[in-house]
């Protein structure tokens, strides 16, 4: 099974992603969090790509490419995948044909957790991860403000490709699990 999760930070992607991952014994690759252990252990790409982190930017395309392709293809080696924040632009998400190419699809389903900003908000500025630098209020109106500029044309995309599934995200996590494995279900009919 290969999922790419796409959805507003806040919707849920990395809750989900674990969930799903274990549910499909299927390696969870997040985007943000390689970038994350990146700038933690302090390696040259780290400090490349700290400040867009820090400031709710995107890191350039070239740079997450890297960084997610061995990712991507020893998940290949283990059946699946579940993406959690990659592709995040159309640049990354034609990249991401091409790293999947040509044995695999990067997708048999493309899951959009559809959240309003306000709950989005709300579940950023509640979250218990202090840890997290860009989580700090003026930073998560730019990683919505971004979402909605380069991130969202990609549900067009992947609807035109037919990949597209649409789960509303606002429930609890267990009622998003379902919805989403009965959408996955469905679509294997
Ligand atoms: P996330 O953990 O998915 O919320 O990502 C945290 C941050 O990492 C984002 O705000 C971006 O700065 C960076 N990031 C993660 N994934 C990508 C990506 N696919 N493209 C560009 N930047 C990314």
């Known amino acids: 099974m290969r999922l790419v999760l796409l959805g507003a930070p806040g919707s849920g992607k990395g809750t989900q992603g674990a969930v799903l991952a274990a549910h499909f014994d299927i390696p969870h690759v997040s985007s943000g969090e390689l970038l994350r252990g990146h700038v933690a252990t302090g390696s040259e790409l780290g400090r490349r790509v700290r400040t867009f982190l820090a400031h709710g930017e995107l890191v350039p395309d070239d740079l997450v490419v890297d960084v997610v392709r061995d990712a991507i293809a020893s998940a290949g080696d283990a059946g699946g995948h579940v993406l959690d924040g990659f592709p995040r ?8 044909f091409d790293l999947a190419a040509p044995t695999v699809a990067i997708a ?70 379902a919805a989403i494995l009965d959408a996955l279900t469905e679509r294997q009919r």
Request: hydrophobic letters at 45%; a negative charge; aromatic letters at 6%.
């Open 89 to 96: 632009t159309l640049a990354q998400a034609k990249c991401a």
């Open 108 to 177: 048999d389903a493309v899951i959009y957790l559809d959240v309003p900003d306000d709950v989005a908000r709300e579940r950023l500025t509640g979250r218990a991860q202090t840890d997290r630098v860009d989580d700090a209020p003026a930073v998560i109106e730019q990683r919505l403000e971004v979402f909605h500029a380069e991130t969202a044309p990609l549900l067009r995309f992947y609807e035109q490709s037919g990949l597209l599934v649409t789960v509303a995200a606002e429930k609890p996590v267990d009622v998003v699990t």
